[in-house]
């Protein structure tokens, strides 16, 4: 390297950084605008799908009448009505799922962290979880359907629709479940180990509340998650377009069930139910995501 | 309310690995006992063998007997539940209940024990805390979570949270290795005090630290890599430091190894 | 042990206090006097307090009860399955033929099913495979730290609109932008059998091509998650290491993360194949039926295993002919369990590697 700070003009040589060919460079522009790309791409559809659903479906919304009137008495051709009978029918199927489901998850997950260690079962669940994430939901429904309509001998209901989705909902909740758990510091369960409590208390009043935000954040995804399923509800419920209190009995809507039926209805007046459901559901399923991000911001650790 | 220890033939395995070898050892009630020695000596392990904290782990295993004023604590009746809250622990980093208050988590292990008495509860929270000399930086902020104090405060909490049972003895797994020196000031300080009603055993790295608090020091030491922990000797501290009877102890303490 | 609780406070030790009174065997010559075992409620031989025998009891038998979950749903739906299977009239695994209204002449096979299943599965991973990369690389190697985790939830919110979404967009709003396109393939590569002109109308765009692009979109979140956590793990030292040599960051991400996170990314895309091998909802919708038999296009109609019985489960009442359909149920269930069972021991293989 020339030490020559006069001349000013002259390249040293050889140069102090070799040049990066052009090859290369260009290899390397190609690979970041086509990961870049990718992501774009992506995110097209995304904002495409949402676009559509507050385009047909957000005018519909507006009336006051759709948050609180069913489809009772309503011809399929009239405009007018509302859903509120299918919003309780996807609230209620949903939270009876997670009332099943949330103790079901936290025992199995509670079992793999705190009680299995390595042993053959614990591998098995852990495996079979696996495998239960991966069943489809029309076969979860299926599996209901002979389960508790023919051998059992009940009826279609929205309980049925329930315990369905509580096949979809506990994996997810133990997987989340066992990641909140693991991240608990030892030291936590040695502390309380060391002060003479029981493991169970252990677990239950030391461990638990400090995963606790997490796992609420799994179980609110969890549900919003399952509460857009139309699988099971095709399969196990009937539809109606009045309301039904009643979980266990008789034909009972919800919104997916709603959209479905109504593709039936070639009408302005179904085309704008379809929407509006579909709306409806995305702005739920946005609450409870919502609802999530609060709980783990309230219900997180505090160090202040 | 101070107890004696006798130690006798321990053997402490993680599952085939022999960990420690034959220890057999006393302390005295209202006592200051320092475990010394190297790395992965076994001394933490012996130490966490006193109140059954080694079965925690997965396939850990002992042999040999641990006498609680005479009574063996590994004996079949015996409830390793009831042998934790006999022997209280203090761990090397402050692990105070993230989920709890400042009062929640010196009370916690009487509360998760079933007492609800509220005035009860504040009693005690004063008295370990005072115990602990914490009480008059926390007093004003009984409310607030506990992972909001300094390191040095989080471990002086921990300790009320262990006096705050009434345990018999003590044990503190290097307590003040993730602390800083004025903290580590404090803690010695506060180890002095709690001799007078406590049977205490502490693991320490810090050899001066040893020689401070100590009323007997034990030298653990190991023979080689993959060998089990032996224990060495153990004397009153004073003739430990200035005229021990094995060679490998006078190395260690004058700094030749470790 | 003849200490007595009196240091305790009152009330505060409840059962805890007491077992220490067990062996009065106490020699050491205390002051007080030995005070008999204070035998209270305690039992003697509490190695397993019944709390913890309760509570270990119920986890574990929550971890049976998966185990068991899984065995029963094969086990119910082929009890279900097996008296209709034994009123086939024709070949289960290789008749085309699907007709169960006339239960005395049920006539019902799944080759139709299987192959529609697939290959919009397949098209759809085809699909999918090369963009959830590109993103995955793009989220954990190319987008700045800040923006990466914004960018993240973005494409997890994609997993999060409902299928029947999907599955109504596809078919009322992505379908017809799609017909020209077809049409084009159709006119330009109709040769190639996959692109020949299908069994149902292109204008209506309920072809397997409209479908396996929708399904592609909708299992991206899923093949993107997975990659992103295995690239994520990438030894840092690997990295470095190319950094020092002089790397683009291209070649960074060629010599150590796509290595490293290979095995990753094919069971991520496993796992994807799974998905859309059972998607139900968005397929019913989409898929335009068709009374011919699948011909090998992209642009046929036609049904897979979870529409045909989705299609078909509101009118499920006799058990002979919906026993068929949970029969194509069983099949699904089969695959699917295949496919996740590869994915999960290539990534648990993976792990006890690392």
Request: aromatic letters at 8%.
């Amino acid at each position: 390297m020339s030490t020559d700070t006069a001349d000013l003009s002259r390249l040293a040589t050889p140069p102090t950084f070799q040049s990066v060919s052009t090859a290369r460079k260009a290899k390397n522009l190609t690979a970041t605008v086509l990961v870049g790309l990718a992501f774009l791409i992506a995110v097209v559809p995304l904002v495409w799908v949402l676009y559509t659903v507050v385009q047909r479906g957000f005018p519909v919304v507006l009336n006051a009448d759709w948050w609180q009137k069913s489809l009772s008495g309503l011809l399929s051709r009239q405009t007018g009505g509302g859903v509120y009978h299918a919003i309780y029918g996807t609230l209620v199927q949903g939270l009876v799922c997670g009332l099943i489901s949330v103790p079901i998850g936290l025992f199995v997950a509670v079992y793999l962290v705190e009680y299995g260690g390595r042993s053959r079962l614990s591998k098995a669940t852990t495996f079979m979880v696996d495998i239960l994430t991966g069943v489809p939901s029309i076969v979860a429904a299926l599996f209901v359907y002979s389960l508790w309509i023919t051998t059992f001998g009940f009826g279609r209901s929205g309980f049925a629709v329930s315990l369905a989705l509580v096949l979809l909902m506990v994996p997810v909740i133990v997987r989340t479940t066992e990641e909140m758990l693991k991240i608990v510091p030892d030291e936590l369960r040695e502390a309380s180990y060391a002060l003479g409590i029981p493991k169970w208390k252990t677990i239950v009043k030391i461990v638990i509340p400090t995963a606790l935000s997490g796992i609420l954040t799994g179980v609110m995804l969890a549900l919003a998650r399952v509460m857009g399923e139309t699988a099971p509800v095709l399969v196990l419920a009937a539809y109606a377009p009045y309301i039904n209190y009643n979980l266990f009995d008789g034909p009972m809507a919800s919104l997916p069930l709603l959209m479905t039926s109504e593709r039936n209805n070639p009408t302005e007046a179904g085309f704008d139910r379809i929407w509006g459901a579909a709306i409806t559901l995305v702005l739920i399923i946005t609450l409870f995501n919502l609802l999530a991000t609060v709980i783990s911001r309230w219900l997180a650790p505090k160090t202040k | 309310m101070a107890k004696r220890i006798d130690v006798k033939d321990l053997n402490l395995f993680y599952g085939k690995f022999h960990a420690v070898q034959q220890v057999s050892l006393s302390v005295p009630p209202r006592n200051v006992t320092a475990f010394i020695g190297p790395s992965g000596c076994g001394k933490s392990t012996v130490l966490r063998s006193l109140n059954r904290m080694h079965e925690v782990a997965p396939g850990a295993r002992v042999e040999g007997t641990v006498q609680l004023d005479g009574e063996d604590i590994y004996a079949s009746t015996v409830d390793p539940v009831q042998v934790r809250r006999t022997i209280g622990m203090v761990f090397q980093r402050p692990n105070p209940f993230p989920t709890m208050s400042i009062r929640d988590n010196v009370v916690a292990g009487l509360k998760l024990a079933g007492v609800k008495n509220k005035k009860q509860l504040d009693e005690v929270a004063e008295r370990s805390l005072r115990g602990a000399n914490l009480w008059n930086e926390v007093k004003d902020r009984m409310d607030r979570p506990g992972g909001g104090l300094s390191g040095g405060q989080q471990q002086r909490l921990c300790i009320a949270r262990a006096i705050a049972v009434q345990p018999d003895v003590l044990l503190m797994d290097e307590p003040c290795s993730a602390l800083d020196p004025i903290s580590t000031l404090a803690i010695e300080d506060l180890i002095t005090e709690l001799k007078k009603d406590y049977t205490i055993v502490i693991v320490t790295h810090n050899m001066q630290q040893a020689a401070r608090v100590s009323d007997q020091t034990a030298f653990f030491n190991l023979l080689g890599v993959g060998q089990p922990g032996q224990l060495i000797e153990v004397d009153d501290t004073e003739k430990i430091f200035s005229n021990p009877t094995q060679k490998a102890t006078e190395d260690y303490i004058s700094g030749r190894f470790g | 042990m003849s200490d007595p609780v009196v240091v305790k406070p009152p009330g505060g030790t409840g059962p805890a206090g007491a077992p220490r009174g067990a062996a009065a065997n106490t020699p050491a010559p205390p002051p007080e006097a030995p005070i008999p075992p204070q035998t209270e409620v305690e039992p003697k031989s509490p190695h397993v307090r019944p709390g913890d025998r309760i509570f270990k009891g119920l986890a574990t038998g929550s971890g049976v009860f998966i185990v068991a979950l899984i065995g029963a749903i094969g086990v119910f739906l082929l009890v279900q399955a097996i008296p209709s299977l034994a009123l086939d009239n024709v070949n289960f695994l290789f008749s085309r033929e699907w007709s169960t209204g006339d239960v005395g002449n049920m006539r019902f096979g799944i080759l139709d099913l299987f192959l529609v299943t697939v290959v919009s599965a397949a098209f759809a991973l085809i699909i999918a495979m090369p963009i959830a990369l590109g993103i995955a690389l793009f989220l954990t190697q190319y987008a700045p730290r800040r923006l990466a985790r914004p960018f993240a939830y973005v494409i997890d919110l994609l997993a999060a609109v409902p299928s029947i979404i999907f599955g109504l967009w596809g078919l009322f709003v992505l379908g017809p932008v799609l017909t020209p396109i077809g049409e084009w393939l159709i006119s330009s590569l109709g040769f190639i059998p996959l692109f020949a002109k299908g069994n149902v109308s292109i204008a209506l765009g309920g072809t397997i091509f409209t479908a396996g692009i929708v399904l592609a979109v909708m299992i991206l979140p899923i093949i993107t998650a997975v990659s992103r956590e295995v690239f994520d793990r990438t030894p840092g030292p690997h990295v470095e290491g190319a950094i020092a040599l002089g790397a683009t960051k291209w070649e960074v991400v060629r010599t150590t993360v796509l290595p490293f996170g290979k095995a990753g990314y094919v069971s991520a895309s496993m796992l994807g194949l799974g998905r859309a091998l059972g998607e139900t909802i968005a397929l019913t919708i989409i898929l335009s039926a068709t009374g011919s038999s699948f011909g090998w296009s992209l642009f046929d109609g036609g049904a897979t295993f979870a529409s045909k019985i989705a299609l078909a489960a509101p009118e499920f009442n006799d058990p002979r002919s919906a026993g068929a359909y949970i029969a194509a149920g069983l099949v699904l269930f089969v695959l699917t369990f295949v496919v996740n069972a590869i994915a999960r021991s290539i990534v648990a293989g993976r792990k006890e590697y690392e």
